[in-house]
């Protein structure tokens, strides 16, 4: 004897919700058209890039000439592969240190509340409203000044553009952070008190380890930032071994001939760091911003 299995039941899809699906897969197509566009062109010939009224049209032949060149370069090219490589030498350290120190300043703005604390943090997140265009001169003049006294030269070097970095990156990280230690119960930090922890094992037994999905936010917030940071690096990276990627992007650019080819295959290679971060961490993003977004 058998027994019969039961019928699922039948999907009915609304009109509406069909026409909303619409509007949504056109809307994506329509943000995907320049990755379409970086694609298809990198993909090409030198001579068959040079026709736009070909643009939309895939290419006859695939080539990887293109990826080749942005990369190692050519006889009239520069390659990405140094600006790549000092990329990567200052996103990481100045990522991982303006979040370390967003994270106990909002701690400390969170939990640990001192005499002048509601003042203090407004005068933080007034840095990030200043204009990056207002503080380039005295900043050089600052890095020189202190070349003079100390003898450590910021001014055309990564350590400069990692010291910049984490001082523009502290009042948005500071922000993120005390948003999110305020949605933590204090009763939690007064009960560790009463079992003698104190400011510094509360935060590296307590507060750290309920801080990953705050610390994913801020990394890809910063790494993103910092990556695609094109006016720092110009401005004060005045030499071509420290240029970051971004620079070495813009100088692929021809000044009579422009290698449409190349600079899309150049522009794809510059952006698949942040797309990897985003691919792996994206999920943790929105949700570590509504986990501190309750309090403010």
Not at 34 to 62: C, H, R
Not at 76 to 102: C, E, H, K, R, Y
Not at 254 to 280: D, K
């Amino acid at each position: 004897m058998t027994t019969a299995t039961p019928r699922a039941p039948a999907r009915h899809f609304h009109p509406l919700r069909i026409a909303l699906y619409a509007v949504l897969v056109l809307a994506a197509l329509f943000y995907l058209t320049p990755i379409y566009v970086l694609l298809i062109t990198g993909f090409k010939s030198s001579t068959e890039a040079q026709n736009i009224f070909n643009m939309w049209v895939p290419p006859d032949v695939i080539s990887f000439r293109a990826f080749q060149t942005a990369w190692f370069g050519a006889a009239d090219t520069v390659g990405l592969q140094q600006g790549f490589w000092n990329s990567v030498q200052l996103v990481v350290p100045a990522t991982l240190i303006s979040s370390m120190i967003g994270s106990v300043n909002g701690y400390i703005l969170a939990k640990w509340k001192f005499r002048g604390a509601d003042l203090l943090f407004p005068l933080i997140l007034f840095g990030m409203f200043i204009p990056y265009q207002s503080i380039l001169i005295p900043l050089v003049q600052t890095y020189r000044i202190f070349e003079q006294f100390t003898g450590i030269k910021l001014f055309s070097t990564i350590l400069g553009l990692i010291v910049v970095h984490c001082i523009y990156g502290i009042p948005i990280t500071t922000l993120i952070f005390r948003n999110y230690y305020a949605s933590i119960p204090t009763e939690m930090i007064e009960a560790s008190r009463i079992d003698g922890a104190n400011i510094f094992t509360i935060y590296r037994y307590i507060l750290f380890p309920l801080s990953v999905p705050a610390f994913v936010v801020v990394l890809i917030w910063q790494f993103t930032s910092i990556w695609n940071d094109f006016l720092f690096g110009i401005s004060l990276a005045n030499d071509p071994r420290v240029y970051p990627i971004t620079l070495s992007l813009n100088n692929i650019a021809g000044s009579f001939h422009v290698p449409w080819n190349i600079q899309m295959a150049a522009a794809l290679l510059t952006a698949v760091p942040p797309l990897l971060v985003y691919i792996f961490l994206g999920r943790y993003f929105m949700r570590g911003l509504m986990a501190g977004s309750l309090k403010g």
